[in-house]
């Protein structure tokens, strides 16, 4: 196997497996975009033509996310990404809640936007029952409706795990708030333009997306809110997004989510059948290559590109760093919570023991890999799991017991 592949020059060409932390930005998405940046600067605020043009372009953006999850545009609000739209949603809900009740209901398995933010308002008294999933990430809508309160104000739970890519029972999920009057968001970052999404067929009343997850650029998302929804603003200041997030519009980010929500949701179908295809490639690869590996979430309701599996006996992020050496670039789950040696809550929240999970590794695929690189990275993840074992006296101890 031909380790280290060139682009000519001496830079190590890159398998880029890790579309899930963010993914290229496509060149029809930047054309579009650089004009905004040069010729049309305009303030969309501004009264004269010029700046007017550019809320027209801000506009058309807007209808064109709405289109992908059957929003009306007056529903789309730009923010600058999912963690401000998981802010503002819960935060706001709970602040203009708050005489009704404090009793907020997500899961064990959010994204840290949203579980921060949460652990944040149980500091400042609010209740927040964190629920449990089963051993593939799936929460169960009953146990969900029986956690439901009097003073509870919102259900929160994310559409499409980023970890482990399980998608849940959004529709059954938002049948069962609407029904029991209480506020439904869904933090949509790793589904939105990858899975189809109707807000109105699935109840859901705010839903978190954002860019860069689907080949647009970083520091630009939008937050839907259901018309009728009136929560306040987190952002204080001018009458930006009709008096609900303040700050000038960033016009080229716009653009661009604009023109990426506009291919993901036209390539939609396509994408995702070229890309499971994928995903189950280097899933059966890995398998049955690497002996003592599983993988980890549900086998069929999961994320076209998401394929997240545990090698027993190696260490994750040695793992990492030498698949890294040959060039193929992974995750050890959140890239917001690298750095940290806790393993992933989302590991332990489907029954890992601490050990398995520090020897995951998340692999998120595009359309944009190909089959030479799924084979290729397959059998790089083989060789390092080998030359690990063969150093691991854990691994010695556990064949000697016959464990192996
Ligand atoms: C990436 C991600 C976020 C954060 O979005 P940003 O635009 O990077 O702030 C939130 N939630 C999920 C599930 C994500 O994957």
């Known amino acids: 196997m031909n380790i280290k592949r060139t682009y000519g020059t001496n830079m190590p060409k890159t398998i880029y497996l890790d579309n899930a932390a963010t993914t290229a930005v496509k060149r029809e998405v930047f054309d579009a975009m650089a004009p905004y940046f040069t010729e049309q600067y305009g303030n969309p605020s501004s009264i004269h033509e010029f700046g007017a ?35 503002w949603a819960i935060k706001s809900t709970a602040y203009a809640k708050k005489e009704k009740g404090r009793h907020i209901i997500t899961t064990r398995i959010e994204h840290h936007a949203v579980m921060e933010t949460c652990e944040f308002l149980k500091r400042d008294g609010f209740d927040v029952t964190f629920l449990d999933v089963d051993d593939q990430g799936l929460v169960d809508p009953a146990k969900l409706e029986a956690a439901i309160r009097p003073d509870t104000i919102l259900i929160s739970v994310i559409y499409a795990n980023n970890e482990i890519g399980t998608v849940q029972p959004i529709a059954e999920i938002g049948r069962i708030a609407r029904a029991r009057g209480v506020l439904f968001h869904t933090d949509a970052v790793q589904a939105f333009g990858h899975v189809p999404i109707d807000v109105d067929a699935e109840n859901i009343d705010l839903l978190s997306a954002s860019g860069h997850k689907i080949h647009g650029p970083k520091g630009i998302g939008f937050l839907y809110m259901r018309k009728g929804v009136k929560l306040p603003p987190l952002m204080h200041g001018g009458h930006h997004e009709r008096g609900r997030r303040a700050g000038t519009l960033n ?41 003592h590996s599983r993988l980890n979430g549900h086998p069929t309701k999961r994320l076209p590109g998401n394929a997240n599996l545990s090698f027993r006996f190696v260490e994750g992020e040695s793992l990492l760093m030498m698949v890294d050496e040959k060039g193929v670039s992974a995750s050890t789950g959140s890239a917001c919570a690298s750095g940290s040696l806790d393993p992933s809550h989302v590991l332990l929240a489907i029954g890992l023991p601490h050990e398995i999970a520090h020897g995951s590794l998340r692999f998120s695929l595009s359309e944009d890999n190909t089959e030479e690189e799924i084979d290729y990275a397959v059998e790089a993840v083989r060789e390092v799991v080998e030359r690990l074992r063969s150093m691991s ?10 464990g192996a």
């Open 251 to 291: 016009v080229p980010g716009i653009v661009g989510l604009g023109k990426a929500a506009e291919i993901a949701g036209a390539e939609m179908a396509a994408n995702a059948e070229r890309v499971t295809a994928l995903r189950d490639r280097l899933i059966k690869g890995m398998l049955s290559e690497i002996p």
């Open 393 to 402: 006296p854990l691994y010695e101890d556990a064949v000697k017991a016959g």
């Open 53 to 87: 043009r550019c809320g027209v372009a801000c506009d058309e953006a807007r209808a064109k996310v709405a289109k992908v999850i059957g929003a009306n545009p007056q529903e789309i609000y730009f923010t600058s990404g999912g963690t401000e739209s998981d802010n």
